[in-house]
């Protein structure tokens, strides 16, 4: 696989990811260790290896950060950026791939006592939405270009990355946006046409269920029903991300557009428009 149209081979750049990803993790485990030393009671706090601002900020850099959990409570954190939970056990960190938030991470584990120590490499940020400003990229650690997508599980044509144990690390594929743009245009006008198809029957549905509610119990309760069905529906798409047949289509997906959750891609941005639109019709 070589990231058709995009340049850059998957295939010939593996063994050196690997390799990178090696060095993290060496690195990762010299500082969980330091870090585990560190709250060793015999230590005294002048003395800690980690607690030092500059190696705070070396091993940040890095993307590598370092987080301890006493009696199931969080205690301690190199760097307020990574979302974790102040709970261990509503965390639900495991060791190796976890997606959090706002990326994804391989975690290594240990557990001292009452106390558990994770050390978090960051691999790839993933944002919700993806702008200007909160990017969906590697780790300048990887060098590897935005289009290539982590996978849990390995898909046909997908790129193993082993950790230093031997165990799979994570996948890498190319993404389907990015890796065949011949199409693009087509497929977007074929996505429109078939939103503009759903909302046309749901449209004329919700209409004629209204018409009736009018009939029988007046305008005013038939508006009331209207703007709770568009409203939640609405709300609930945004949440669960449903009609999952739209969802996964390119037409919602943040690469192209996207500045808030509530216009979290041009597809979003044209169905809340038309439904915009139609709610002012009916009023």
Request: glycine letters at 4%.
């Given at each position: 696989?070589?990231?058709r149209?995009?340049?850059?081979?998957?295939?010939?750049?593996?063994?050196?990811?690997?390799?990178?990803?090696?060095?993290?993790?060496?690195?990762?485990?010299?500082?969980?260790?330091?870090?585990?030393?560190?709250?060793?009671?015999?230590?005294?706090?002048?003395?800690?290896?980690?607690?030092?601002?500059?190696?705070?900020?070396?091993?940040?850099?890095q993307?590598?950060?370092?987080?301890?959990?006493?009696?199931?409570?969080?205690?301690?954190?190199?760097?307020?950026?990574?979302?974790?939970?102040?709970?261990?056990?509503?965390?639900?960190?495991?060791?190796?791939?976890?997606?959090?938030?706002?990326?994804?991470?391989?975690?290594?584990?240990e557990?001292?006592?009452?106390?558990?120590?994770?050390?978090?490499?960051?691999?790839?940020?993933?944002?919700?939405?993806?702008?200007?400003?909160?990017?969906?990229?590697?780790?300048s650690?990887?060098?590897?270009?935005?289009?290539?997508?982590?996978?849990?599980?390995?898909?046909?044509?997908?790129?193993?990355?082993?950790?230093?144990?031997?165990?799979?690390?994570?996948?890498?594929?190319?993404?389907?946006?990015?890796?065949?743009?011949?199409?693009?245009?087509?497929?977007?006008?074929?996505?429109?046409?078939?939103?503009?198809?759903?909302?046309?029957?749901?449209l004329?549905?919700?209409?004629?269920?209204?018409?009736?509610?009018?009939?029988?119990?007046?305008?005013?309760?038939?508006?009331?029903?209207?703007?709770?069905?568009?409203?939640?529906?609405?709300?609930?798409?945004?949440?669960?991300?449903?009609?999952?047949?739209?969802?996964?289509?390119?037409?919602?997906?943040?690469?192209?557009?996207?500045?808030?959750?509530?216009?979290?891609?041009?597809?979003d941005?044209?169905l809340?428009?038309?439904?915009?639109?139609?709610?002012?019709?009916?009023?």
């Amino acid at each position: 696989m070589d990231g058709r149209g995009s340049g850059y081979d998957l295939d010939s750049a593996a063994p050196n990811i690997q390799e990178r990803f090696h060095l993290l993790e060496q690195e990762s485990q010299i500082a969980l260790n330091a870090l585990i030393a560190d709250f060793d009671a015999e230590v005294k706090p002048s003395e800690r290896v980690v607690s030092t601002i500059d190696q705070i900020h070396t091993i940040s850099n890095q993307g590598i950060f370092l987080f301890r959990y006493v009696n199931d409570s969080l205690n301690y954190w190199s760097d307020n950026s990574v979302p974790l939970y102040s709970s261990f056990q509503n965390s639900g960190l495991l060791a190796g791939l976890n997606l959090l938030d706002n990326g994804w991470y391989f975690a290594t584990i240990e557990i001292k006592n009452h106390a558990t120590f994770i050390s978090l490499i960051l691999l790839k940020s993933a944002y919700n939405i993806d702008n200007n400003y909160l990017q969906n990229s590697f780790h300048s650690n990887f060098n590897i270009p935005d289009h290539i997508d982590i996978k849990r599980e390995a898909i046909p044509e997908s790129v193993q990355i082993h950790s230093i144990q031997k165990n799979i690390a994570f996948n890498l594929v190319v993404n389907g946006v990015a890796s065949s743009t011949n199409n693009l245009g087509a497929r977007w006008w074929l996505q429109l046409a078939l939103l503009i198809a759903f909302l046309a029957v749901f449209l004329s549905i919700l209409r004629s269920g209204l018409s009736r509610i009018e009939k029988q119990f007046g305008w005013l309760v038939s508006l009331f029903t209207f703007l709770v069905i568009i409203l939640g529906l609405r709300y609930l798409s945004i949440v669960f991300a449903f009609p999952k047949m739209f969802y996964e289509l390119t037409f919602f997906g943040p690469a192209h557009y996207a500045t808030s959750n509530l216009f979290a891609s041009i597809g979003d941005f044209f169905l809340n428009s038309i439904l915009a639109f139609y709610v002012v019709k009916v009023i």
